[in-house]
């Protein structure tokens, strides 16, 4: 009863592959959006490594036994992380935005510049 | 904590919208809520600046509770800074930013690096004495009203984290919020100028 | 012992504090910092003078053992990288401030002096983390702070770069936290020392998976090949300073990360196969993307990852010379990175962008100038008697003394790769250093030398050819460095050391 079921794995599972296919995209809102779930994703895999998480942490269930501190405590600092990022990477997105009336992620000019150069001289 | 005290008329000057405010022996000594709110989203509203105005101080209570329970309860100098920033957060939804800063005690930075240098500091001192990094020493005391009371040198390490959290959740509010509000303004009026141009056909081809 | 280990990182922090404080007074703040970053200097040596006969020293805090504390390490390995990183990190902290003086910089030096000195605790916790989530943090903390240095003075090109920069760290460090996670459910212990003990007794497959995945986490912060392509988008984008202390650290902590776990961790599992295939597609790859760029920073950019390529190569070799050869070569690069983006730096005075297609003639226009770049340059193509020579011989040794088809397929890519290093650097040569200089160039410079800026631009100079004179001194000590960093391949290759240093009783 108190094992992870397989409902929080198949979570995880879905963070994940939302998580990537959303960071693929071009709108930089959805990346955002896609690196969250990502971090969530990862805490609770953090999570899963605990037999027994569903028991209260360090103050003791009903038999006095109680969950691994670690992992929470890890999944704890990586929100932290993860939280502080996200809120920058926010304001760039936010920035981008402002700079370009889209909040597409643009092209580098350098880059296509030398992609051109494989393509054909002039065949005119 | 006063928070709608001497700072507040400071920060009214410009923004003092509409009359006069009433002066001499006319003016209140403290006004119980702000007359210079701008809410940073939609109408200002009554409800929220009287619900901020009384939970504020409730919440600055809960958070100091939390940091000193922090040593062996749930709690702690990260989650008690935390709930102490959600009262300034509150406060600046519910007045805008102009409140925001009025209500700030010094610049969040200067709150940042000072709890920086309590949190290293108290990470380094044990090794100056010989002990390993962030070792803790415990006192315990009888204290007349509280009881026996007991003190963990590592008590100061949260209250070092509290501070930081407080400092860098009021410098990204104070950052992103007030300062991307004033940016934003500005770029509206920078579209609105270039639409101008080109509905004229001055821009350049 | 225990305070040496934790001056590195807790003074930078204690001294982000103060300078965040001195906002109002930059010659305070720049004076604070630098005194700071010298403070981890004299440390570091201390550290590599305690360390260089090969023993390791843990320190637990909090006094907690070893298994659940947190646990700081030392070993050669650290200490020499440490002292490297903090040398370079002090000069190019001068440079910075010369150009803050001379004011042709639009950073804010306010923000600059805190963020700078965060991001040099995140690297020496890097180097000296003893536990897999510490490293996780140092390189987190690290990385934030790298995320914000590359927006200073933003415009419209760097915020798309740091936009693309922080969203690949990011998922590199997502990545990384997963692995920490399965690492935990293996083994119940996220301490490198436990860990590694432990992982003997789980199946061979898992712990196969386990190396790739900290290889992929670390990969892409060290931009190795199939995971380069944010590397030259991002960092020659970024102001000088900030690009030269990434180009020269930053890959290097994320080569750092490799050795330790693919050592300690995994030593006994052989993904030297992959590896070596890695190294391969590293040097050629990135050095044929180098040759067909136009502008000098994206040059470099591209040869910085084509040269991790010679440093994965070593890895791949799997032996005691292989390692030594890397570690000599992870010191030459960061020398040598690090001048040759600062010399790109001064590049910018003159005509305000790299790019090749305007500028001629810049013998003329600063003689010193062209030294600066020449030296630092043949260094990077590993021409004798530059310490990038020294390195590349003692890869090639190692990796003849292995031998194998594969390996002498990576010998000959490495080959290769220098001369095509080579040919890159005769173009960025022949096209910007040679020739009659442009007229604005001239201008440029005369306008300069009128300037009231004058002791500023001097020291940026001055730090520019200390750089130089540090690459140089990195070939005269060839000697001694080798014997580090064969003392060094040891421990790590052995492990027994730091099992035994962080774990005096032996695993729980």
Known sequence: ?124 | MNIDGERQRESRGPEGSGGAPPEGWEAPRERWLSTVVRPAFGPRSVLLEVAARLLIPAILVLSVFLLVSGHDKPGGGFAGGLVASMAYVLRYVAGGRHELAAGMPTRPERVLALGMLVACGTAVLPLLFGAPLLKTFSYEAALPVFGDVKFASFLVFEIGVFLIVVGLVLSVVSALGARMEAEEEEAKAGRERARRLRRTGGGPR | MNLLIAVPFVVPLLGAAATLLLRRAPRAQQVASAVTLAVVIADSTLLLAATADGTVVASQAGGWAAPLGITLVVDPLAALLLLVSSVVLLIVLLYAIGQDISGLSRAVPQVFHPIYLVLTAGVCLSFLSGDLFNLFVGFEIMLTASYALITQAPTRARVRASMIYTVVGLTSSIFFLTGIALVYALTGTVNLADVAEKLGAAPAGLRMVLALLFLVVFGIKAAIVPMHFWLPDSYPVAITRISAIFAALLTKVAVYAIIRTQTLLFGRDDVSTVMMWIAIATMVIGILGALVQDDINRIMSFALVSHIGFMVFGLALNSVAGIAGVLVYLVHHIVVQATLFLVNGLIRQYVGHTSLRSIRGLTVVSPLLAIFFFLPALSLAGLPPMSGFVAKVALFQAGVQAGGWLIYLGLTAGVLTSLFTLMAIFRVWARAFWGTPLPDMLEARAELRRGPDFVGRRLMAATTGTMVGVGLLVAAAAGPLTDIAFTAARDLLDGRAYIEAVLPEGAP
């Open chain 1, 1 to 124: 009863m108190s094992t992870p079921g397989l409902l929080l794995v198949a979570a995880v599972a879905v963070l994940y592959s939302g998580g990537f296919y959303l960071l693929l995209q071009r709108s930089l809102m959805r990346v955002v959006f896609g690196i969250i779930m990502l971090g969530h994703a990862a805490n609770l895999s953090l999570m899963l490594t605990d037999e027994a998480i569903t028991l209260p942490p360090l103050l003791g269930g009903p038999n006095g036994e109680i969950s691994d501190p670690l992992p929470q405590a890890m999944a704890l600092t990586a929100i932290v992380i993860t939280f502080g990022v996200t809120t920058f990477l926010l304001a760039l997105a936010y920035r981008v935005w402002l700079g370009d009336n889209n909040d597409e992620v643009p092209d580098d000019l350098e880059d296509r510049r030398i992609g051109r150069l494989s393509e054909p001289e002039d065949s005119s």
